[in-house]
């Protein structure tokens, strides 16, 4: 079992397209869905995901926040693409793209579909106090919003977030 430590932050512009060593399409979807989560009914989150020619099972705790556990596994992409014909709630498409910044590497998804015009930037550190510089296309962290995470991204996609919830716009 791992522990995934993360922080995620809104961009503050597009300076870290210059940057971009590679780009990933990913497709994901989740066997369980935000409100069984939210509510306690569920303990975890269930994601299936393919990005490029592999496919991944992946399980987190359900904690909000920077720490989390987190198992991932590689499965056969038959397995994946038959994983997310059974998933609940939307299927989140995205882009990522790697930028290495002063000895970190960011990952930037860029979101497609229903959740278009949604940028977030996500770091992962070996400790929640690990210290870290900020890059200039960074803007506010959302780290302790749920609604930034991808499992709630599936059942309420940014498109159908009303103008007063749209913190990314506001960056």
Wanted: hydrophobic share 40%; with cysteine.
């Amino acid at each position: 079992m791992g522990i995934e430590i993360e922080r995620k932050f809104l961009l503050a512009n597009d300076d870290w397209r210059g940057a971009v060593e590679t780009t990933i399409a990913m497709g994901q979807g989740y066997l369980n869905d935000a409100a069984s989560v939210q509510r306690g009914v569920q303990n975890t989150s269930v994601r299936v995901r393919l990005e490029g020619d592999q496919a991944r099972l992946n399980i987190k705790s359900r904690e909000a926040g920077a720490s989390r556990q987190e198992f991932d596994y590689l499965i056969p992409v038959a397995d994946g693409e038959a994983l997310l014909a059974l998933c609940v709630g939307g299927r989140i498409e995205k882009r990522r793209h790697h930028v290495h910044h002063d000895g970190h590497l960011w990952e930037i998804d860029e979101f497609l579909g229903d959740n278009a015009g949604l940028f977030v930037a996500e770091i992962e550190l070996d400790s929640v106090d690990e210290a870290f510089t900020r890059p200039s296309w960074l803007g506010r962290e959302v780290t302790d919003l749920l609604r930034y995470y991808n499992l709630n991204l599936a059942s309420y996609p940014y498109a159908q977030w009303r103008a007063d919830e749209c913190d990314a716009r506001d960056a």
